[in-house]
């Protein structure tokens, strides 16, 4: 009798296998590669959420972070996920507040132009400009999108060199494959036809020459080694932008001019390094993987985890002082030893401020009677000794707001930016009024008189000099209209006592 018991459970046993084996198998078969229109729910070439956790992705290994878990949190907390959906780029091109508790708050670039889209998309959202023909988007107006992802990273397959052709208009971006046959778009397969799609697969690229393949879904997905991404080229059509002919972002430009580019340097040297401690670009334990060695494993937070590590990594900062006459001369050496691009870098709102401070002994502050003050757009810090390392961009004439149509509040807005410390914005008619960033390998030197006697028969009183150079995220006054946190990072503090 047990004998007939266990065989029964046996029996049972294996029928629950085979019924779960038809189940999976039955999945894997019900899976058809063959899109539909973009209009309708598009399954094989759609831009992936790399946070994907759907049936689909699970199954097909669609969404990233299931197989490369550390990427993925590497991602997630970089500006270029982000990129579609910061608070305070949407409120400067929309004209609102951060928390858009508040509109027609200038600058906007859509109050100055409302029948406009413009060309943020091009780098901002390019999942959204690639779904569009026309590349004419709204960028306020898309859901559902990524920034820059895994996904729209991974299908650059080259790079188009003409310096006006910016964002994804100069970015060879590749769908899918068939052999030596590219699809850049699925616009450019006869939808109404699926037959056009057989044998096609879902491309990616990257700078693994050996990249494993995953059998469950190799019939529908092709990895390609491609030297591009082991080249600062790659980062180039969204890390430089011009406004006619003025540059107003110029961090490839500056690279590509720079010492490290003349040694063979590239962008990723500095900001995707190996991960010492790693040895698979998968880290899901489930997941089938190899073995690699570290150089291969590269860190995808651009900034690293610490920024501010990163940022005061290359800057130093020097004091030299002389007492002659009665007069306290204090020197000032900023170094940029960052050798690929200047700092600051990035967006013309980016800047870095030099404070410098000379107290008596009853920390009372020293006149300045010589040297260089900082400007309005220093905010609180304003007229104090320093200096603004800043591109300041000034409008070309308020004649052409005026000229152009746009409204009395725009136009009022442009005259006393500059008063309030703002200068003139990306989309005006605009020239480099200054440029004082610090160029790659090299250094600024101010110098500043304080008086602390009265002849050189005195002696010097006690002073004490303090230093400090930090870096901002944007100027003060905009942070305010914006209601934007002002992010201040102290890179270096020295003191100094004589």
Known sequence: MLQILSLKKTVIVLISLVISCLFVFSKLLAFNPTPVPITQSCTFFKWFD??????????????????????????INDKHSMSQNNP????????????????????????????????????????????????????RTVKNTNGISCDFCHKIESIDQNPLKKGISGINIVRAIKGKRFISNIQDL?????????????????PIKDPLEIKEISDVEELRYNSLYKTSLICAKCHDGLNGNVPIYSTFTEWANSPAARRGVQCQHCHMPPRNNANSIVDNPDIKSKLRPYHQIHSHSFLT????????????????????????????????????????????????????????????????IKGPKLPNYAGN???????????????????????????????EFRKIAKDLGIPAQDWWNVFIASDRRIKPNSSDVSIYQFTVGASRDLPLQPVTITAKLFWRNTWPALAKIKHVELKEDLLIERHLTL
Request: net charge neutral; aromatic share 8%.
């Open 381 to 411: 810090l304003r007229q104090k000794p320093g200096k603004l390392f800043a591109k300041i961009l000034e409008e070309t004439s308020s004649e052409y707001a005026v000229l152009s149509g746009k409204s009395k509040e725009g136009i």
């Open 88 to 139: 305070f780029f949407l409120s400067v091109y929309s004209g609102t507040t951060t928390e858009n508790l508040k509109s027609n708050v200038y600058p906007g670039f859509r109050l100055d132009h409302p029948e406009q889209n413009g060309n943020c998309a091009l780098c901002h959202n390019p999942e959204a400009a690639l779904l569009d023909t026309s590349k004419d988007v709204d960028i």
């Open 305 to 368: 985890e610490d920024p501010h590590e990163l940022r005061k990594k290359y800057v130093d900062l020097k004091i030299e002082t002389k007492k002659q006459n009665g007069i306290l001369t204090v020197k000032i050496v900023v170094e940029n030893n960052n050798f690929g691009h200047s700092f600051p870098t990035g967006s013309p709102m980016r800047n870095a401020i030099l404070l410098l401070e000379v107290k008596n002994k009853d920390g009372k502050e020293l006149s300045l």
């Open 190 to 206: 006869e939808l109404a036809d699926p037959t056009n799609w057989k044998g096609f697969k879902d491309i990616r690229f990257g």
């Open 50 to 75: 790399p946070n994907t956790n759907d049936e689909e992705g699970r199954t097909f290994l669609k969404n990233c972070s299931s197989c490369h878990m550390t990427y993925y949190k590497e991602w």
